[in-house]
Protein backbone atom coordinates (compact mmCIF):
# COMPACT_ATOMS: atom_id res chain seq x y z
CA UNK A 1 0.00 0.00 0.00
CA UNK A 2 1.51 3.57 -0.61
CA UNK A 3 1.38 6.20 1.30
CA UNK A 4 -1.98 7.92 2.76
CA UNK A 5 -3.00 11.44 1.84
CA UNK A 6 -5.08 11.69 4.52
CA UNK A 7 -5.66 10.08 7.87
CA UNK A 8 -9.36 9.43 9.67
CA UNK A 9 -8.90 8.20 13.26
CA UNK A 10 -12.33 6.87 14.39
CA UNK A 11 -15.03 5.42 11.76
CA UNK A 12 -17.52 7.96 13.41
CA UNK A 13 -15.20 10.95 12.21
CA UNK A 14 -16.60 12.89 9.33
CA UNK A 15 -13.70 15.09 8.67
CA UNK A 16 -9.91 13.64 7.88
CA UNK A 17 -7.00 15.51 8.22
CA UNK A 18 -4.48 16.12 5.13
CA UNK A 19 -1.07 14.48 6.12
CA UNK A 20 1.25 15.36 2.83
CA UNK A 21 2.08 18.48 1.67
CA UNK A 22 0.86 20.40 -1.61
CA UNK A 23 -2.51 18.57 -1.72
CA UNK A 24 -4.46 19.69 -5.05
CA UNK A 25 -7.71 19.51 -6.17
CA UNK A 26 -8.45 16.90 -8.27
CA UNK A 27 -6.30 14.00 -5.87
CA UNK A 28 -7.74 10.60 -5.46
CA UNK A 29 -6.48 10.77 -1.77
CA UNK A 30 -5.99 6.99 -0.14
CA UNK A 31 -7.15 7.65 3.05
CA UNK A 32 -6.77 5.37 6.14
CA UNK A 33 -8.84 4.80 9.21
CA UNK A 34 -6.13 4.65 12.19
CA UNK A 35 -8.66 2.91 14.52
CA UNK A 36 -8.53 -0.46 12.24
CA UNK A 37 -6.54 -0.22 9.47
CA UNK A 38 -9.29 -0.05 7.06
CA UNK A 39 -8.36 2.40 3.48
CA UNK A 40 -10.84 4.10 1.16
CA UNK A 41 -10.07 6.97 -1.53
CA UNK A 42 -11.87 10.34 -1.85
CA UNK A 43 -11.48 13.06 -4.30
CA UNK A 44 -9.87 16.01 -2.97
CA UNK A 45 -12.12 19.44 -4.16
CA UNK A 46 -9.96 21.72 -3.17
CA UNK A 47 -6.11 22.74 -2.51
CA UNK A 48 -5.82 21.58 1.12
CA UNK A 49 -2.94 22.31 3.40
CA UNK A 50 -1.02 19.71 5.26
CA UNK A 51 -2.53 19.75 8.79
CA UNK A 52 -6.15 20.84 7.77
CA UNK A 53 -9.52 18.76 7.69
CA UNK A 54 -11.59 17.40 4.41
CA UNK A 55 -15.35 16.38 5.09
CA UNK A 56 -15.63 12.82 4.33
CA UNK A 57 -19.34 13.24 3.66
CA UNK A 58 -21.38 16.57 2.45
CA UNK A 59 -21.77 18.68 5.61
CA UNK A 60 -23.71 21.61 5.95
CA UNK A 61 -24.13 24.84 8.38
CA UNK A 62 -25.41 23.68 11.84
CA UNK A 63 -23.58 20.32 11.76
CA UNK A 64 -21.74 18.61 14.18
CA UNK A 65 -18.14 17.93 13.60
CA UNK A 66 -16.33 14.70 14.64
CA UNK A 67 -12.62 13.84 14.62
CA UNK A 68 -10.82 11.19 17.08
CA UNK A 69 -14.98 9.89 17.30
CA UNK A 70 -15.77 13.30 19.58
CA UNK A 71 -17.84 16.35 18.84
CA UNK A 72 -15.00 18.85 18.05
CA UNK A 73 -17.23 21.70 16.39
CA UNK A 74 -19.81 22.75 14.58
CA UNK A 75 -20.23 23.73 10.58
CA UNK A 76 -20.72 27.43 10.16
CA UNK A 77 -21.11 26.91 6.45
CA UNK A 78 -21.60 24.22 3.96
CA UNK A 79 -18.34 21.78 2.82
CA UNK A 80 -19.37 19.08 0.48
CA UNK A 81 -17.83 15.39 0.05
CA UNK A 82 -13.83 16.11 -0.30
CA UNK A 83 -14.09 19.98 0.76
CA UNK A 84 -11.64 21.74 2.60
CA UNK A 85 -13.11 21.97 6.14
CA UNK A 86 -10.84 25.12 8.42
CA UNK A 87 -12.02 28.19 10.08
CA UNK A 88 -13.80 29.61 7.22
CA UNK A 89 -16.55 27.16 7.48
CA UNK A 90 -16.00 25.41 10.91
CA UNK A 91 -15.91 26.50 14.94
CA UNK A 92 -15.50 25.48 17.92
CA UNK A 93 -18.61 25.40 20.55
CA UNK A 94 -16.31 26.82 23.37
CA UNK A 95 -16.85 30.36 21.96
Given at each position: ??A????????????????????K??????????????D????????????????????????????????????????????????????????
Amino acid sequence: MSAPQLLVHDQKDNVGVVVVEGLKAGTDMLCVVTHDNSDFRLTAKADIPIGHKVALKDLSAGDTVYKYGEDIGLMKGDAAKGAHVHTHNCKTKRW
